[in-house]
């Protein structure tokens, strides 16, 4: 009762009390400054000063949640005496810090609207003058730190703004708009790269606001803006370097450089949204400017810096003074153009500037990389001028031509560095690009761009096989354009006949067939001398990689018409399906299948590598052929890459990085081709005589011996697509087969990994010969959490539709994804058993073991995973086999299975949620034809067993009225609270219970009971209920 009274009258004087909080402050602030002349006063001074960040520190905790009208009241006096103490330099941190969480306060609109004073007169002028004085005071920590929670205080304001204009408060813009305008973008242009960054959500939502956005003010404020862009997306501010004003405010906001790249790289991105919006209001403002900054450093002289890039000497590093302006100017051109085509009709393009611009760009020539690759980049950007001008596509062909064979130092036989293998694999994908995005435009340049590729085909050594496959996708993509059934596929005959005539030689076929010979043919099975430089059998490795590589991009690339009618008199229609839906054939069919049987050859002998007597066979500098790539081991553990690696480096430094690279590479694309063939090939492929019994005896072999990381990419790259794609009728002859035995083998598999590292903690194996065996766990570890999230996956888009929102939808990245997960989950209730799903539950081998893998993955150690075979997954499984007849042991299985999930993964509120909300229904469901489910509970620890009686009446009983859903889980939640899982930091907290504080004022009652007792006489009841 004292406490529930001291509530209300906190409650009662809010008010009272907040203004009281800020007074004092200021009263101390007042006896400071005269004390602080006295050398002698100054303890008193200091003593006030900290009773008045006292003040601010309580009143912080008070105005979070207070009741807007207290903030608010007295016509905002707070407000005011808030923005007063902002040019106090002791206590303005403080102030700042209310002021910030006043102005992020949500709410109804109607209670925010008062907080439109602070765009008034006074409030501005103490904003920006305190602003001004912090930032005149230099590089003070104290005084950053002001101005980055001042900064915030701007960005909470123009939100406040966005929300409240144009909506149903009336309120209109203010008359010092302008002001806060300039405010702002003096924050935008502070040498604080993070002050910059910071600014950008909210000039992103003025731009976007319905209202605001057609203000003049704002408006006129867009050429600034951009202006100040063009500075901050130069990739300045390392912490390490001293060549820009913004290194020394990054030394106190970065631990490295690779923490800044990291910033700055979300930064740009952001920038670039931003800029994109802003050109949608006013696009000719953003061309004009882009193109001066253009013409600006088509002219400039480079200049590379104190330091030189390792690719060669006078090159720029990606430090270099040249090198950041011409990729910033890029970046900026990139995201002027865009919009502006989007937003300016057809007659209004500025045609003839953009032509000017773009010949100015072709005629540049320069021999650095980097420079190069900005290059490239805008011609691709000012290629939609060309759809205007059709005239200049033979120029653009032959830029890009000549980067496709670029070389720093012609014929060099030392290794090319990331930088000039950037540029080669730029101008092919922009090549692509440009075919697939503007066939039509490119379609009458066809033989030209064809002799073009035969003759840069005919040297075996010019280009890579990535390269070449690149160049002859681009081919494939236009030939898509001839809507010829017959002429498109003499064609892709003609294409693909280099690679038919090696790929079916009996050499070949004897070197796919075998293990020991393909070991022998790549060279893994040398001693090389000199591992830099030496590689007898490389020649070799690029024959198998250039028949893969073309496989995949013609599998990948030649399509059918998209029209029904232009396909039909194309002749690309085979046949009609039962309902009425065309057959298509794919002009590459006849070329694809017949290089069939030697890709699952290849795919068999790969996997049978990874047998222990076949790694034998691996020569001594070879041993390691087989292992992961260091690049790929960083990506996993998320570990960056040092800068200047990405682009001085060779891309493979010793012939062991090329051989790993080369049965990398292939692995995968050998499972793309497979992945493709059913979207591309259709019929063709899913009618082939065995496919499943070729495919089982192929991609399937020897798993045991196959690591997680060759396990995962066929899981996603071919497994997945190949049933996504498969048409219904094939299900039963293809897709059972091969899942059924797959989910059995995966779910043994990822079991037993998942019970060695559960008992990881408790074994110590002191025999451990590595290096660093602590990373090596964790890595192994990681790779287990990202195959298992794969097998769910797989499982999941194979069995489930999912007709509501998705949130979370995708296979996450590699990395922590603990914080991408929902806190408030409910399993949607729209998801239902797909067409396959059904069939594979029909199949009792096969449902269960997708039952018991789904169940079993609860109390796997991923709690992604865990929450999404939770909200997905399981009950849409469990609810097809409800009505048959399940077994007491397995329905306990399952009921425990949930249990465990949430002994694991109870901490995590979104995991939580899920599986409580699981567990509740399958004991709803399960527990009237059930009593063992009963039993199972008893065992909950801590569980109140006449509230499980009270619980199981309700449920049993069909004559009562059911309480409401909500309630009746909340009360199964509170049953099952026992085997919810706490944070390592919880679990032997000792609980503190604040007992209600006892009355002030004790009122003692009569005793009633005692007189009645005592006197007997006639009407003493009476008197009882007498008023």
Same mark, same amino acid.
């Given at each position: 009762?004292?406490?529930?009274?001291?509530?209300?009258?906190?409650?009662?004087?809010?008010?009272?009390?907040?203004?009281?909080?800020?007074?004092?402050?200021?009263?101390?602030?007042?006896?400071?400054?005269?004390?602080?002349?006295?050398?002698?006063?100054?303890?008193?001074?200091?003593?006030?000063?900290?009773?008045?960040?006292?003040?601010?520190?309580?009143?912080?905790?008070?105005?979070?949640?207070?009741?807007?009208?207290?903030?608010?009241?007295?016509?905002?006096?707070?407000?005011?005496?808030?923005?007063?103490?902002?040019?106090?330099?002791?206590?303005?941190?403080?102030?700042?810090?209310?002021?910030?969480?006043?102005?992020?306060?949500?709410?109804?609109?109607?209670?925010?609207?008062?907080?439109?004073?602070?765009?008034?007169?006074?409030?501005?002028?103490?904003?920006?003058?305190?602003?001004?004085?912090?930032?005149?005071?230099?590089?003070?920590?104290?005084?950053?730190?002001?101005?980055?929670?001042?900064?915030?205080?701007?960005?909470?304001?123009?939100?406040?703004?966005?929300?409240?204009?144009?909506?149903?408060?009336?309120?209109?813009?203010?008359?010092?708009?302008?002001?806060?305008?300039?405010?702002?973008?003096?924050?935008?242009?502070?040498?604080?790269?993070?002050?910059?960054?910071?600014?950008?959500?909210?000039?992103?939502?003025?731009?976007?606001?319905?209202?605001?956005?057609?203000?003049?003010?704002?408006?006129?404020?867009?050429?600034?803006?951009?202006?100040?862009?063009?500075?901050?997306?130069?990739?300045?501010?390392?912490?390490?370097?001293?060549?820009?004003?913004?290194?020394?405010?990054?030394?106190?906001?970065?631990?490295?450089?690779?923490?800044?790249?990291?910033?700055?790289?979300?930064?740009?991105?952001?920038?670039?949204?931003?800029?994109?919006?802003?050109?949608?209001?006013?696009?000719?403002?953003?061309?004009?400017?882009?193109?001066?900054?253009?013409?600006?450093?088509?002219?400039?002289?480079?200049?590379?810096?104190?330091?030189?890039?390792?690719?060669?000497?006078?090159?720029?590093?990606?430090?270099?003074?040249?090198?950041?302006?011409?990729?910033?100017?890029?970046?900026?051109?990139?995201?002027?153009?865009?919009?502006?085509?989007?937003?300016?009709?057809?007659?209004?393009?500025?045609?003839?500037?953009?032509?000017?611009?773009?010949?100015?760009?072709?005629?540049?020539?320069?021999?650095?990389?980097?420079?190069?690759?900005?290059?490239?980049?805008?011609?691709?950007?000012?290629?939609?001028?060309?759809?205007?001008?059709?005239?200049?596509?033979?120029?653009?062909?032959?830029?890009?031509?000549?980067?496709?064979?670029?070389?720093?130092?012609?014929?060099?036989?030392?290794?090319?560095?990331?930088?000039?293998?950037?540029?080669?694999?730029?101008?092919?994908?922009?090549?692509?690009?440009?075919?697939?995005?503007?066939?039509?435009?490119?379609?009458?340049?066809?033989?030209?761009?064809?002799?073009?590729?035969?003759?840069? $085909?005919?040297?075996?050594?010019?280009?890579?096989?990535?390269?070449?496959?690149?160049?002859?996708?681009?081919?494939?993509?236009?030939?898509?354009?001839?809507?010829?059934?017959?002429?498109?596929?003499?064609?892709?005959?003609?294409?693909?006949?280099?690679?038919?005539?090696?790929?079916?030689?009996?050499?070949?076929?004897?070197?796919?067939?075998?293990?020991?010979?393909?070991?022998?043919?790549?060279?893994?099975?040398?001693?090389?001398?000199?591992?830099?430089?030496?590689?007898?059998?490389?020649?070799?490795?690029?024959?198998?990689?250039?028949?893969?590589?073309?496989?995949?991009?013609?599998?990948?690339?030649?399509?059918?018409?998209?029209?029904?009618?232009?396909?039909?008199?194309?002749?690309?229609?085979?046949?009609?399906?039962?309902?009425?839906?065309?057959?298509?054939?794919?002009?590459?069919?006849?070329?694809?299948?017949?290089?069939?049987?030697?890709?699952?050859?290849?795919?068999?002998?790969?996997?049978?590598?990874?047998?222990?007597?076949?790694?034998?066979?691996?020569?001594?500098?070879?041993?390691?052929?087989?292992?992961?790539?260091?690049?790929?081991?960083?990506?996993?553990?998320?570990?960056?890459?040092?800068?200047?690696?990405?682009?001085?480096?060779?891309?493979?430094?010793?012939?062991?990085?090329?051989?790993?690279?080369?049965?990398?590479?292939?692995?995968?694309?050998?499972?793309?081709?497979?992945?493709?063939?059913?979207?591309?090939?259709?019929?063709?492929?899913?009618?082939?005589?065995?496919?499943?019994?070729?495919?089982?005896?192929?991609?399937?072999?020897?798993?045991?011996?196959?690591?997680?990381?060759?396990?995962?990419?066929?899981?996603?790259?071919?497994?997945?697509?190949?049933?996504?794609?498969?048409?219904?009728?094939?299900?039963?002859?293809?897709?059972?087969?091969?899942?059924?035995?797959?989910?059995?083998?995966?779910?043994?598999?990822?079991?037993?990994?998942?019970?060695?590292?559960?008992?990881?903690?408790?074994?110590?194996?002191?025999?451990?010969?590595?290096?660093?065996?602590?990373?090596?766990?964790?890595?192994?570890?990681?790779?287990?959490?990202?195959?298992?999230?794969?097998?769910?996956?797989?499982?999941?888009?194979?069995?489930?539709?999912?007709?509501?929102?998705?949130?979370?939808?995708?296979?996450?990245?590699?990395?922590?994804?603990?914080?991408?997960?929902?806190?408030?989950?409910?399993?949607?209730?729209?998801?239902?058993?797909?067409?396959?799903?059904?069939?594979?539950?029909?199949?009792?081998?096969?449902?269960?073991?997708?039952?018991?893998?789904?169940?079993?993955?609860?109390?796997?150690?991923?709690?992604?995973?865990?929450?999404?075979?939770?909200?997905?997954?399981?009950?849409?499984?469990?609810?097809?086999?409800?009505?048959?007849?399940?077994?007491?042991?397995?329905?306990?299985?399952?009921?425990?299975?949930?249990?465990?999930?949430?002994?694991?993964?109870?901490?995590?509120?979104?995991?939580?949620?899920?599986?409580?909300?699981?567990?509740?229904?399958?004991?709803?469901? $399960?527990?009237?034809?059930?009593?063992?489910?009963?039993?199972?509970?008893?065992?909950?620890?801590?569980?109140?067993?006449?509230?499980?009686?009270?619980?199981?009446?309700?449920?049993?009983?069909?004559?009562?009225?059911?309480?409401?859903?909500?309630?009746?889980?909340?009360?199964?939640?509170?049953?099952?609270?026992?085997?919810?899982?706490?944070?390592?930091?919880?679990?032997?907290?000792?609980?503190?219970?604040?007992?209600?504080?006892?009355?002030?004022?004790?009122?003692?009652?009569?005793?009633?009971?005692?007189?009645?007792?005592?006197?007997?006489?006639?009407?003493?009841?009476?008197?009882?209920?007498?008023?």
């Amino acid at each position: 009762m004292r406490r529930r009274s001291e509530k209300m009258v906190i409650f009662a004087n809010c008010g009272i009390l907040l203004i009281g909080k800020v007074e004092v402050p200021q009263e101390q602030d007042a006896l400071s400054p005269p004390q602080k002349m006295d050398a002698s006063q100054e303890p008193k001074a200091q003593a006030n000063c900290r009773v008045g960040i006292a003040a601010l520190n309580t009143l912080a905790g008070y105005i979070d949640w207070v009741a807007m009208s207290h903030i608010t009241a007295d016509n905002c006096k707070l407000l005011e005496m808030l923005c007063l103490l902002l040019n106090e330099p002791e206590l303005q941190v403080g102030a700042a810090e209310c002021l910030l969480i006043v102005v992020s306060r949500k709410g109804k609109l109607e209670d925010r609207k008062p907080l439109m004073v602070l765009f008034g007169d006074v409030a501005m002028h103490y904003i920006l003058s305190a602003a001004q004085t912090a930032d005149e005071e230099g590089l003070v920590e104290k005084h950053y730190v002001f101005l980055k929670r001042l900064c915030q205080v701007l960005c909470s304001l123009g939100s406040q703004l966005c929300a409240l204009v144009g909506s149903d408060t009336d309120v209109e813009t203010p008359a010092n708009f302008g002001k806060y305008l300039e405010s702002f973008l003096a924050f935008t242009t502070h040498p604080s790269q993070f002050l910059r960054s910071s600014t950008q959500i909210t000039w992103g939502a003025l731009f976007r606001h319905e209202v605001l956005s057609r203000d003049p003010l704002l408006l006129a404020m867009i050429p600034k803006y951009l202006r100040a862009s063009m500075t901050n997306l130069v990739k300045v501010g390392f912490p390490s370097k001293t060549d820009s004003p913004s290194c020394e405010y990054s030394r106190f906001d970065f631990d490295s450089d690779e923490d800044f790249n990291y910033f700055f790289n979300s930064f740009r991105a952001q920038q670039g949204e931003v800029i994109r919006m802003a050109c949608r209001l006013d696009p000719r403002t953003g061309f004009q400017m882009a193109g001066e900054w253009l013409k600006y450093q088509l002219t400039s002289p480079v200049d590379i810096g104190p330091m030189n890039s390792k690719t060669g000497e006078g090159l720029c590093s990606i430090f270099s003074p040249s090198f950041v302006q011409w990729d910033a100017m890029t970046f900026f051109l990139e995201s002027i153009i865009s919009p502006m085509f989007r937003t300016l009709d057809k007659k209004e393009i500025p045609v003839s500037d953009g032509i000017e611009l773009l010949q100015l760009v072709l005629s540049f020539e320069t021999k650095d990389p980097l420079i190069l690759s900005c290059v490239l980049s805008n011609v691709s950007a000012l290629f939609p001028f060309v759809t205007y001008r059709p005239e200049y596509l033979p120029e653009v062909l032959s830029k890009l031509f000549a980067s496709v064979t670029f070389e720093v130092v012609e014929e060099s036989k030392a290794p090319r560095t990331r930088a000039v293998k950037n540029v080669r694999r730029h101008a092919c994908s922009s090549i692509i690009k440009m075919c697939r995005d503007y066939p039509q435009l490119v379609l009458p340049n066809f033989d030209m761009l064809y002799n073009h590729v035969k003759q840069l $085909l005919s040297n075996e050594l010019l280009l890579t096989q990535m390269e070449k496959c690149a160049l002859m996708e681009a081919l494939v993509l236009i030939s898509n354009q001839f809507k010829d059934y017959q002429r498109q596929k003499a064609f892709l005959e003609e294409l693909m006949s280099p690679v038919a005539t090696l790929w079916l030689s009996e050499e070949m076929k004897r070197v796919l067939m075998n293990p020991e010979d393909f070991i022998r043919y790549v060279g893994a099975d040398n001693k090389i001398a000199d591992p830099v430089m030496e590689d007898p059998c490389g020649l070799n490795r690029s024959r198998i990689s250039f028949c893969v590589y073309t496989i995949l991009g013609v599998v990948k690339r030649a399509r059918w018409p998209t029209s029904p009618e232009e396909a039909k008199a194309g002749g690309f229609v085979a046949g009609y399906m039962p309902n009425g839906n065309p057959i298509y054939r794919n002009p590459c069919s006849v070329q694809v299948l017949k290089l069939l049987d030697n890709l699952l050859a290849l795919i068999r002998t790969h996997n049978n590598l990874y047998m222990p007597e076949m790694m034998a066979k691996l020569g001594e500098t070879f041993a390691k052929a087989l292992d992961m790539l260091e690049v790929e081991k960083n990506a996993i553990l998320g570990l960056p890459q040092p800068l200047l690696d990405l682009y001085d480096s060779p891309v493979y430094k010793t012939v062991l990085e090329r051989m790993q690279g080369f049965f990398c590479t292939l692995y995968d694309n050998c499972f793309h081709i497979l992945g493709n063939a059913g979207s591309s090939i259709q019929q063709d492929f899913y009618t082939i005589d065995g496919l499943a019994a070729e495919l089982l005896n192929s991609a399937f072999v020897n798993l045991n011996n196959i690591p997680d990381y060759r396990l995962r990419p066929m899981l996603r790259v071919f497994v997945k697509p190949l049933v996504l794609s498969c048409p219904p009728e094939h299900y039963e002859t293809l897709i059972c087969p091969i899942l059924g035995p797959l989910v059995t083998y995966l779910h043994m598999r990822l079991s037993q990994k998942w019970q060695v590292i559960n008992q990881r903690s408790l074994l110590c194996d002191e025999d451990t010969t590595d290096d660093n065996p602590e990373s090596q766990e964790m890595l192994e570890e990681q790779l287990v959490r990202l195959l298992t999230r794969e097998v769910m996956d797989l499982i999941t888009v194979s069995c489930v539709s999912k007709k509501g929102a998705e949130q979370n939808n995708a296979v996450a990245a590699d990395g922590d994804d603990d914080e991408m997960m929902s806190t408030e989950v409910t399993p949607p209730s729209s998801s239902e058993l797909t067409e396959l799903g059904k069939c594979l539950m029909k199949q009792e081998d096969i449902g269960t073991a997708l039952l018991v893998t789904a169940f079993t993955s609860l109390s796997w150690k991923d709690t992604l995973s865990c929450q999404r075979t939770t909200t997905q997954l399981c009950w849409p499984l469990l609810k097809q086999v409800l009505t048959g007849t399940l077994t007491p042991e397995a329905v306990t299985w399952f009921f425990t299975s949930v249990l465990k999930g949430l002994q694991m993964h109870g901490q995590h509120d979104g995991c939580m949620a899920a599986l409580v909300h699981l567990a509740f229904q399958i004991y709803e469901a $399960l527990r009237p034809r059930y009593a063992e489910l009963k039993a199972v509970m008893e065992q909950v620890p801590e569980i109140h067993t006449e509230s499980l009686e009270q619980f199981d009446s309700k449920l049993l009983n069909p004559t009562l009225q059911k309480a409401a859903d909500k309630r009746r889980k909340d009360h199964f939640k509170r049953l099952i609270a026992g085997c919810v899982g706490k944070p390592l930091g919880e679990q032997f907290r000792k609980e503190v219970h604040i007992r209600n504080l006892p009355s002030l004022f004790k009122k003692v009652k009569p005793s009633v009971e005692a007189d009645i007792l005592d006197n007997s006489e006639e009407g003493t009841l009476i008197a009882l209920f007498e008023p």
